[in-house]
Structures are given as structure tokens and as C-alpha cells.
């Protein structure tokens, strides 16, 4: 398997439009890899796209990825789904009658697909797009696995119940894909020990170069949302060969130079952790 990030910001992606802050005047001016789209990972074997942001049709134009066989959904907020128009834009024929328009099947775990009902409409334009035959929704129960070119893929949910994560499997390797939302996780003891787990960063509450605080105590961020430090602690238990952190914030004020820095300073301190990058491609 191969994993590549299409996106490894977060909500915020970098740079902001109208923000004249280091990392956003740096990131217009040198690109890739300090600017950042919205969260999405594509694995190649399985070939299976990962949650479409919003600029999932750029991430997808500089990738490696030739084809797609299946998507997944880890959860409903709009920087994991806004972009799922890509479907019919890369699906639909739109110079044939009858239409010959491709179709991929796009895999909801079973919350997922109970919040799209719910939330920022994202099943009725689901509806639409497997109407219009450019998808075909599949719903997965708890404990469903998912089986692709060889690869077995199971989806579950972290403390955030809301949200999933997931295992892939090919003989003897193990990935865990953890796109958002950790807060209060505590993984499970069949996901410790994985080859390579793929995270988000967290929020650094605190500088990590010089312990000063960037996110006030109080704010009320810091009751649903993982710090850096708790992500830290996750690591610990997950006992991984490699970690990758994604799903970088422009408000954690850490640039790409910044964050190649932390990579050696926490390789010092015994973790095997490196942060991810628009286009980072990983063999495992």
C-alpha cells in the first residue's frame, strides 16, 4: 500500500484568504508544502479516497491517483465532505446520449450515513449524484468490513462516536487512517501495535519550543477538541511503527519549517513522528 495526502490541513486550511499572518504570507508565496488544503488521504492497492473537502478537485489534479475504486466517509462536518460534487465531475458523461457515465461506490459507516440524513444536506445531494448514476451508497453496519483489491478495510468508531477511523489490512500489514476528532480516545488494543497510523496533529495549546501558551485556558475549544499533548499520549499507547500527523490547523501558528523542527526535536524524545504535507506520498 501507498498512502498519499491530497490534503493535510485541517478546517482551517493555509493559507487563509485575507490573512496576513508568517504562515499564510509564506505559504502564498512558496506553495506546496507550506500551504495546506482541506483533510483528505487517498491509498493506493485499494485505491480508496478518503473524505472530499472542498478542494479535493486540486488535491486530486496534483496526485498520483489514476484511479478510484471506492470511497469512504469518516464523518459529516463540511471540510470532510463539502467537496463531494467531485463525483459528478469526474463521473458524468457529458457528451454521450445515452449518457456512459462511471460510477463509484461511496462506503457510509453507519452513523455517518444516519448523520448525511441530517446534516447540511449532504444525503439528498447524495440522492442526486447515485440518481444521476455517477454513485452507488452503500451503508455499512458497526462491524461491517469492507474488502478491496486484496486490501480489508474496517471502519470504527473513536470516543467522538460520531466519527470513525480505520483499519486497513494486507497480509501482514496493518494501517490505521484516523482522519479527525480524538478527543477522550483511548485505542483499543486491536489497533495498537499497527505499521504506520495516520493521525491529526491536535491543537498545540502550548509552543512546544518554548512552553508559552497559544490557546487561552479557558477557551472553549480545549473541551472538544484533542491538544497536541493528549495526541502525544495517544501516540504512547498506540505503540506504532511510524506515526504521520495530519490535519494541521493555520491557527496552530506551525509552519512546514516549524514543524521539520519538531520532527527532530520529538524524535529526540523517542517518537518515531513525522507531519504530513499536501502530496506526501508513503510506502508501507
Known amino acids: 500500500m501507498q498512502i498519499e495526502f491530497l490534503g493535510s490541513g485541517g478546517a482551517i486550511t493555509t493559507p487563509r484568504p485575507g490573512c496576513d499572518c508568517r504562515l499564510c504570507v509564506e505559504a502564498r508565496a512558496k506553495g506546496i508544502p507550506y500551504s495546506r488544503g482541506g483533510p483528505s488521504v487517498f491509498v493506493h492497492g485499494p485505491n480508496v479516497l478518503i473524505d472530499t473537502p472542498e478542494e479535493i ?38 457528451l454521450n446520449w ?9 462506503y457510509l459507516p453507519q452513523q455517518v450515513a444516519q448523520d448525511f440524513r441530517h446534516r447540511l444536506g ?8 447515485q440518481r444521476f448514476g455517477v454513485v452507488r451508497v452503500v451503508e455499512l453496519a458497526d462491524g461491517d468490513t469492507v474488502d478491496l483489491n486484496g486490501v480489508r478495510i474496517r471502519p470504527f468508531r473513536v470516543a467522538e462516536d460520531y466519527v470513525y477511523a480505520f483499519v486497513f489490512e494486507d497480509g501482514g500489514t496493518r494501517v490505521l487512517i484516523a482522519p ?73 501558528r506551525l509552519g512546514y519549517d516549524d514543524l521539520i523542527r519538531l520532527e527532530v526535536m520529538l524524535k529526540g524524545d523517542g517518537f518515531n513522528i513525522t507531519f504530513a504535507y499536501d502530496t506526501l506520498l508513503v510506502e508501507v
Open 122 to 129: 449532504a444525503w439528498e445531494q447524495f440522492m442526486y449524484l
Open 57 to 94: 478537485k486540486a488535491g486530486l489534479l496534483r496526485s498520483r491517483v489514476t484511479q478510484i475504486d471506492a470511497a469512504l466517509y469518516s464523518h459529516w462536518h463540511p471540510d470532510h465532505v463539502a467537496g463531494m460534487r467531485v463525483w459528478e465531475t469526474m463521473n458524468a458523461d457529458w
Open 180 to 252: 479527525d476528532e480524538l478527543f477522550g480516545w483511548d485505542p483499543p488494543a486491536d489497533v495498537r501495535g499497527v505499521d504506520l497510523a495516520v493521525i491529526p496533529m491536535g491543537l498545540p495549546e502550548f509552543d512546544p519550543f518554548t512552553g508559552e501558551r497559544f490557546i487561552p485556558a479557558d477557551h472553549p475549544v480545549l473541551e472538544s477538541e484533542a491538544t497536541f499533548r493528549q495526541t502525544l499520549d495517544i501516540v504512547r499507547k498506540l505503540d506504532a511503527g511510524r506515526v504521520i500527523m495530519t490535519h494541521i490547523e493555520e491557527p496552530s
Open 98 to 106: 445515452p449518457a456512459h457515465h462511471r460510477r463509484t461506490d461511496i
